[in-house]
């Protein structure tokens, strides 16, 4: 029998977007899709729901109070301005109800992320031993050199590799399982480290400063639904104390992470968080969002574009430099992998 993976999204984003991202996952086997609308008023949860593979909910203030009742105690009273916190309530529901549709997997999907290649997802989940629990996925950064009227799915052909974070002990109890995962993560990082000092020997230094990754390094996880997993992060899974959940990464199907969709998208991500006092958690995206957040309190739209470009701008040296090194993958999307009947 074959197993089913769902995916599950908070979502706030252009119409194009949404609808590339909900076509292009369907097309690749992930079904059902569950996506609730951070705007309960969003236009685009009615075109969605045309599709009988997505289940559409809008999270409405009735929403909110259902999701605290069957959360665990310590997110009956999560932080609803926190846009972490709302996902973790979010994924209480998406368990329950891709438990309910008969779901093997369920993983946690952005908008702004596709797994890819789109052919390898179903073959993923068809040959997974019974005894792994969890499956972790390595990401690829998109690098936005242009976008035209296609958007950015099917425009990006540049991506950053080579950046790969090591889950947390707590979701490797099995000593075995640990040294694995630490053993692949340390050659993995020494071929990464290697190859940024070259990179940075041949003048590319200002590319790796504080992290050659604009975005997360830490991948996506899917998660087998009888393992006893009663929410999830953005990462990872966040195990019940009686489950032992049993990592395994695979490299045969990547994330590709559109961290930046081009500059007005970028300018409108940053903004909301900054209107929503949503500060990041970790040093590069502190960064990012006090650098950001000054130039914006001013309105200094020179500043902001200066800013955008620096932080995602590459010469054609730079690509050529990282292309060779391994460090920048060239991947074409086509338009067929964007339509579903």
Known sequence: MASSLGIFCLIKAPEREVIQYVKYHLKAGAKPIFLFFDDPKDKVADMVSQF?????????????????????????????????????????????????????????LDSDELLYPQSGVKNIFLDTPAAISVIRFPVAEAVPLFISENGAFLDTRLFKTGQRGCPPKTLMPKRKDMLREMLSYRRYWLSYWAKRQLARALGLGRLFHISYFKGHIQGKSAVRLNSGVTHMDSHYPSQSFSAE?????????????????????????????????????????????????????????????????????????????????????????????????
């Open 52 to 108: 009988p593979e997505v289940v559409v909910t809008r999270c409405d203030e009735k929403f909110w109070r259902a999701a605290r009742k069957l959360a665990p105690e310590h997110l009956a009273d999560a932080d609803l301005g926190n846009l972490i916190q709302r996902q973790r309530l979010v994924s209480v529901v998406a368990i329950r109800l891709a438990l309910e549709s008969g779901c093997d997997w369920l993983m946690q």
């Open 245 to 341: 959940l049993t990592v395994k990464t695979d490299k045969r199907v990547s994330v590709l992470h559109f961290d930046c969709q081009g500059f007005d998208s970028w300018v409108n991500k940053w903004e909301n968080r900054v209107l929503t006092s949503s500060r990041p958690g970790n040093v590069k995206r502190i960064s990012q969002f006090d650098a950001f957040e000054k130039l914006y309190r001013r309105d200094d739209k020179h500043g902001l574009k200066a800013l955008f470009n620096e932080l995602y701008g590459m010469s054609r040296y730079e690509e050529f430099v990282l292309r060779n090194l391994g460090l920048l993958v060239p991947i074409t999307q086509p338009l067929e992998n964007f339509s579903h009947d």
